[in-house]
């Protein structure tokens, strides 16, 4: 059982002449529940290698609690904590073998050798590495290292995992074959984890639940799922999701009913002959409208068009689908659809925008307006 608490944890950097200069970690609280995998994302320089390497003990506290198991550890050692931590770089000993690499822990806790024998034996079976028990560092790929140090990991039994962006140095196919290797092995060992990455499709993948966090502050946490149905704010919003959210300057107008009018072109967008509660004190006020790639449709009749001048400027096929791109004053919008071979360019016959998928951003703080509630 290992379940990690942050409470109000902040951290700050000095340069060596001023304290205080940098807040790198900015009052962050959550819950990593047992066997959990929770994953830590958020842009370059957000905060997340100083989180991680804080639950490790590699990095001082500087405000706040962690507890492990209700009980604070913030100045436990590093080693009298019972976690382990996957290097981005693999941190192996390029003098000793593969087999080596993974016992060395265990032999300088003087574990008996038959022991580390059986348990070396019973990872590297785990993780396929049988065949290069006896070979060095060098002479493996990228990915193979990568498991190793996820090894010399697991050999320990750790009660808590801590991946620091452990797949970055791979190429594109061995890091989709490695989510799937991580995934197994969470399943396999049911070991705590907390995985912190810069790259949102490795979050959506692996995550139990995110931790969204931007500028030193957690901006969101929950389930993938969720995170990408109903973000908060308009970080999270155009962070989760790729191709990303669509975003619209403008304000609802009473026209027609009810139109979203956008703020650089004649472009209006039917909303409906109501308006959700919530919405009525933004009327005629500036607010920012966000829309799915794959919530908006071209379609072969033009009834329920928008009035609008979008044109259709360029396409890719992916194959299995097909992006849009729709210019609409100077800006570009993207459409997800099923892929055709032939597309029209210029003013599509009509366009639809799913009117209740859309999310509505508060101008002044980019806070996603609640519509139920
Ligand atoms: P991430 O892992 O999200 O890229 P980091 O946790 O490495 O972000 O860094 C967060 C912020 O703290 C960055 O602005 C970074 O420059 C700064 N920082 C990280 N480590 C140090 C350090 N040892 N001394 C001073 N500033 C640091």
Known sequence: MAELEL???????????????????????????????????????????????????????????????????????????????????????????????????????HIRRKEIHERVMETAKMLEMEEVLERKPKTLSGGQRQRVAIGRAIIRRP??????????????????????????????????????????????????????????????????????????????????????????????????????????????????????PSLVKYLDKPIRLGIRPEHICICEEDTESPDCNLKVVAYENMGNEQFVYLALAQHVLIVRRQPRETITFGQPKGIRFLTEKIIYMDESDGQVIKING
């Not at 405000?63 to 693999?90: H, S």
């Not at 502050?217 to 908060?232: C, G, I, K, S």
Request: net charge neutral; proline share 5%; hydrophobic share 40%.
């Open 7 to 109: 409470s109000h944890i902040s951290k700050w950097y000095t340069d060596g002449r001023k304290p205080a200069r940098l807040k790198a970690i900015d009052d962050i609280s959550f819950t990593v529940k047992d066997k959990e995998f929770m994953v830590i994302v958020g842009p370059s320089g957000c905060g997340k290698s100083t989180l991680l390497r804080m639950i490790a003990g590699l990095e001082e506290i500087g405000e706040g609690t962690l507890a492990m198991d209700g009980k604070r550890i913030n100045g436990l050692d590093p080693r009298d904590r019972d976690i382990a931590m996957v290097f981005q770089n693999y941190a192996l000993y390029p003098h000793m073998t593969v087999y080596d690499n993974m016992a060395f822990g265990l032999r300088l806790k």
């Open 159 to 276: 009660e808590v995992f801590l991946f620091d962006e452990p797949l970055s140095n791979l190429d594109a196919k061995l890091r989709s074959q490695m989510r799937i290797e991580l995934q197994k092995l969470h399943r396999t060992i049911n070991a705590t984890m907390v995985y912190v990455t810069h790259d949102q499709t490795e979050a959506m993948t692996l995550g139990t639940r995110i931790a969204v966090l931007n500028k030193g502050r957690l901006m969101q946490l929950d389930t993938p799922l969720h995170l990408y149905n109903y973000p908060d704010n308009q970080f999270v919003a155009s962070f989760i999701g790729s191709p990303t959210m669509n975003f619209l300057r403008g304000s609802i107008q009473k026209i027609n009913g009810y139109s979203f009018v956008h703020e650089s072109s004649d472009c209006r967008i039917f909303l409906g002959p109501m308006l959700p």
